[in-house]
């Protein structure tokens, strides 16, 4: 029976000989029987001489001081110590990535390497310290060598695995939700579940102005052909906006108060106290200017690399009439000198079967010149007809469901 179960006297502890673990008083029964298949007699025995021993339960019991000397019992691990709080463990990574999230500040030295007991393993794990006098082989000297160099290693290994899991972290974000791993806007917004193991940086790239790529560098060495192709047409793209934003803020003036009240309303059944209008600061509007130019350089580009595979890279679904549009804009942007009058039909604000003469007497209307103060209406082409359709559905959607959903 000695050979399967000892009790530790001095803290008053079942410990199972073959697994080197201490056991739980109302448990070592159901260990022995399904661990070392025991049966008959010998269990009986073991059962018969243990049960009702005044003994604890390693799970709630009070570890050993620190520095106590080994329980030859139970095995002996090496280990790590945080110098700042009494964090222990056996693993390199878990002691590199605890300083690291623990936020201790910097130091010289962040841990020391220890010799550890604990009473079980796994869930159960709970270590202390223990000293260490059973191998006078070494010297101290030469045992801080060989600590030092062990430690060096164990460091560097630990610090180029982590550096490498932050650089796929970088790219492919934190593929786990929890209140301790993103803000509430990101669970507000399901990203992790939307983007999933995407590229986060191919997709933040895609939605880079062009502006923003010359700054950052991006495409360095890259001025081939087709990125400068690229370049000129989403700079006609972002001038085909700002003259949308500036023919509606110019349109503005002539819109009746009521409605730039409601406009202006968050519910559907009052309307606003301050009506609709122009942003006041130019900040605002150079802020609202960059967004546009953002969605629509973002969206343009899924348009260029196909409907199935900006689903599949970036996580962007489009409707039917989405892409529609999207067709026109690029119709649009491909035709260098003359704008073309072919759109998709959706959202365009006019009958499918007008004649050429009707089509011809809305341009000009929108073309018109107003002698009123001097102010007059930018002109109104085909490539801003299908950007302002483009952005009026995007604005005009509902944002309070899934990106999925809506296209968005």
């Known amino acids: 029976m000695d050979e399967y179960i000892k009790v530790d006297d ?24 399904q661990i070392h298949k025991l049966t008959g007699s010998i269990l ?30 139970l095995p002996v ?33 962040r841990w020391e390497e220890v010799t550890l007991q604990t009473w079980m393993g796994g869930r159960y794990v709970r270590y202390w310290i223990v000293r260490d006098d059973g191998d006078t082989s070494i010297t101290p000297d030469s045992a801080d060598v060989i600590r ?11 610090q180029a695995r982590l550096k490498e899991e932050d650089a796929v972290r970088l790219r492919k974000g934190d593929l786990e939700e929890d209140i301790d791993r993103d803000s509430s806007w990101v669970r507000r917004l399901r990203w992790v579940r939307h983007f999933g193991s995407r590229d986060l940086l191919s997709i933040h790239d895609a939605a880079t102005w062009v502006r923003g790529r010359a700054i950052t560098g991006n495409r360095a060495g890259q001025a081939d052909e087709q990125a400068i192709r690229e370049q000129v047409l989403l700079g006609r793209l972002g001038q085909s906006f700002d003259r949308e934003v500036d023919r509606c803020c110019w349109r503005l003036d002539s819109v009746p ?9 968050i519910t559907a059944t009052s309307p606003s106290g301050v009506p609709f209008g122009k942003k006041g600061k130019e900040a605002s509007m150079t802020k609202y200017r960059s967004v546009g130019h953002r969605y629509l350089s973002f969206c343009w580009r899924s348009y260029r690399i196909g409907r199935e595979e ?20 690029d119709e649009e942007l491909q035709e260098d000198a003359f704008p073309s009058s072919r759109d998709s ?9 007008t004649d050429d003469d009707e089509e011809d007497e809305e341009v000009s209307e929108c073309d018109e010149e107003f002698d009123d103060g001097g102010i007059s209406s930018p002109v109104y082409n085909a490539l801003d007809r299908a950007i302002f359709r483009t952005w009026y559905q995007a604005t005009s959607a509902n944002i309070d469901v899934l990106p999925t959903q809506t296209g968005h």
Request: glycine share 4%; net charge positive; proline share 3%.
């Open 148 to 158: 030092r160099s062990t430690m060096e290693e164990i460091i560097a290994s630990s």
């Open 310 to 329: 900006a689903l599949e890279r970036w996580a962007v679904r489009f409707t039917d009439e989405q892409w529609s549009l999207l067709h026109d804009v």
């Open 77 to 109: 691990s090496r280990g790590f110590s945080c110098i700042k709080c009494r964090f222990l463990t056996v693993a390199p990574d878990n002691i590199v990535r605890h300083w690291r999230q623990a936020r201790h500040g910097t130091a010289e030295t």
């Open 257 to 265: 108060t009521e409605t730039l009240q409601w406009l202006a309303s």
């Open 345 to 353: 039909g959706f959202c365009s604000g006019r009958n499918t079967d």
């Open 44 to 73: 009986q025995d073991i059962i018969n001489h243990h049960i009702g021993r005044d003994v604890v339960d390693p799970v709630y019991s009070e570890l050993p001081r620190d520095g106590s000397a080994v329980i030859r019992w």
């Open 10 to 33: 001095e803290h008053r502890m079942l410990i199972c000989q073959k697994c080197k673990t201490a056991l739980r008083p109302d448990t070592f029964a159901k260990h022995f029987r």
